[in-house]
């Protein structure tokens, strides 16, 4: 999805119609995979999986997790998620607080995975700090587009609510901050040295304390949701 969006922002300033036309395919084929693979749907068309990808020794993983939704919902505007895949970004975000929103350690915010993926290494609940402020910023970035669509579909989408709801993310991802001295940074997880998923046994949240551990990645989206940006469509960064 994060190369959709460099493609994209790539195809845009490229002169090269030979070279474009390899972005245009590459984009084709990720847009394809993730309507054809990555959404598993019901009879109803209604989404019961994401995948996070293809995996090595299952193919096409049984495992989801937060950050694909939410880089769905920051890469591809209503519109296109629409248009791509058939997908509302409401049922997005409806889908990610069912599977991944949890209370932990003091705060609500959004685990790296699900409780069927958590129970496979019987792990407890956590919560992300990276990608609730990721999932904060989608919902950001959502309101900001229909704030400036007029029409029958801006209309249909509760800004108020999810305004709302961007607030209450980041009243939680505060409750976490760390401030030494003029600083302020976030940490990862709240939990620490925990396996995230089945297949990485190599990837852990950091073994320091969550209450004196800051993390690079946390922080740098806390300060996205900050500034009301959204790092993944490049396409206003390339008109200015």
Same mark, same amino acid.
């Given at each position: ?14 002169? &090269?119609? *030979?070279?474009? +036309?390899?972005? =245009? @395919? ?11 693979? !990555? ?74 995975? &699900?409780? *069927?993926?958590? +129970?496979?290494? =019987? @792990? ?11 999932? !904060? ?104």
């Amino acid at each position: 999805i994060v190369a959709y969006a460099m493609f994209r922002s790539l195809y845009a300033q490229e002169k &090269d119609e *030979k070279i474009k +036309n390899v972005f =245009a @395919r590459e984009m084709q084929g990720i847009r394809k995979f993730i309507k054809e693979a !990555a959404l598993v749907r019901d009879k109803k068309n209604n989404i019961t999986h994401i995948s996070v990808g293809c995996n090595h020794d299952e193919g096409i993983s049984s495992v989801s997790s937060t950050d694909v939704v939410s880089m769905l919902l920051l890469t591809f505007n209503p519109r296109e998620l629409q248009e791509f895949f058939g997908v509302s970004e409401t049922a997005l975000f409806k889908f990610a607080k069912n599977k991944f929103f949890v209370s932990a350690d003091g705060i609500e915010g959004y685990d790296f995975t &699900d409780k *069927k993926t958590c +129970n496979i290494i =019987a @792990r407890p609940r956590m919560v992300s700090l990276e990608w609730t402020a990721q999932m !904060a910023d989608a919902l950001m970035y959502v309101c900001c587009f229909y704030e400036t669509q007029p029409g029958l579909e801006a209309m249909r989408f509760d800004i108020i609510g999810h305004r709302g709801q961007v607030r209450g993310l980041t009243a939680q991802l505060d409750k976490k901050k760390i401030i030494t001295g003029s600083y302020a940074f976030y940490p990862y997880a709240t939990k620490n040295a925990v396996q995230i998923f089945p297949f990485t046994g190599w990837w852990k949240t950091p073994s320091g304390e969550p209450d004196r551990c800051g993390a690079l990645s946390s922080t740098m989206w806390r300060f996205f949701l900050y500034k009301e940006w959204n790092p993944l469509d490049l396409r206003n960064t390339t008109e200015n």
